[in-house]
T-cell receptor
Framework: DTGVSQDPRHKITKRGQNVTFRCDPI?????LYWYRQTLGQGPEFLTY????????KSRLLSDRFSAERPKGSFSTLEIQRTEQGDSAMYLC?????????FGPGTRLLVL | GESVGLHLPTLSVQEGDNSIINCAYS??????FIWYKQESGKGPQFIID?????DKRQGQRVTVLLNKTVKHLSLQIAATQPGDSAVYFC???????????FGSGTRLQVQP
């Protein structure tokens, strides 16, 4: 499969714990995005990388959230001290030209 | 604020009929529009896109129409099939921005 992959697909955690998600973009796509999606809503932009540089962050990305793309390939999104309000689907997308292609997402449930 | 929205939250059609999903946008600077299909538990799947210098673009069984005068976008699906059942999102972007802005989605239900 040469599409965007994300791991894990599902994560259940207790409030206050830290979680980390991984995204592997389509090979040679230098642009990578993280979005968050809550039930019944469209995805909301969180952050954007061009190669290893994080160029844009949404105000949704509180200081408990951090994203990295150290080698310009895969990316990780970490949430520290999770809260119940963090429960959502976290989507990764990579881009060629103008089109963003999404991965299957990681569904997070914070108990 | 500027937003992308959809007129109908749920659309129910008979198998074989044509479907039309509508979307309104408010950002007059938007110049690129995309339709995504999202099935339950999956990420959004690219369907078709259109730039603002076009009024119509066709794909396989799908057509996107753009009316810049009234800031309206539509997705037409011909001969709708049960596999078309999903939530459909329109998204917009503008030159110089990276993040897509999505609407809240329309659920398409195809009745056999």
């Amino acid at each position: 499969d040469t599409g965007v992959s994300q791991d894990p697909r599902h994560k259940i955690t207790k409030r206050g714990q830290n979680v980390t998600f991984r995204c592997d973009p389509i090979s040679e796509h230098n642009r990578l995005y993280w979005y968050r999606q809550t039930l019944g809503q469209g995805p909301e932009f969180l952050t954007y990388f061009q190669n290893e540089a994080q160029l844009e962050k949404s105000r949704l990305l509180s200081d408990r959230f951090s994203a990295e793309r150290p080698k310009g390939s895969f990316s990780t999104l970490e949430i520290q001290r999770t809260e119940q309000g963090d429960s959502a689907m976290y989507l990764c997308a990579s881009q060629v030209q103008e089109t963003q292609y999404f991965g299957p997402g990681t569904r997070l449930l914070v108990l | 604020g500027e937003s992308v929205g959809l007129h109908l939250p749920t659309l129910s059609v008979q198998e074989g009929d044509n479907s039309i999903i509508n979307c309104a946008y408010s950002n007059s600077a938007s110049d690129y529009f995309i339709w995504y299909k999202q099935e339950s538990g999956k990420g959004p799947q690219f369907i078709i896109d259109i730039r603002s210098n076009m009024d119509k673009r066709q794909g396989q069984r799908v057509t996107v129409l753009l009316n810049k005068t009234v800031k309206h976008l539509s997705l037409q699906i011909a001969a709708t099939q049960p596999g078309d059942s999903a939530v459909y999102f329109c998204a917009e972007n503008q030159t110089g921005r990276r993040a897509l802005t999505f609407g809240s989605g329309t659920r398409l239900q195809v009745q056999p």
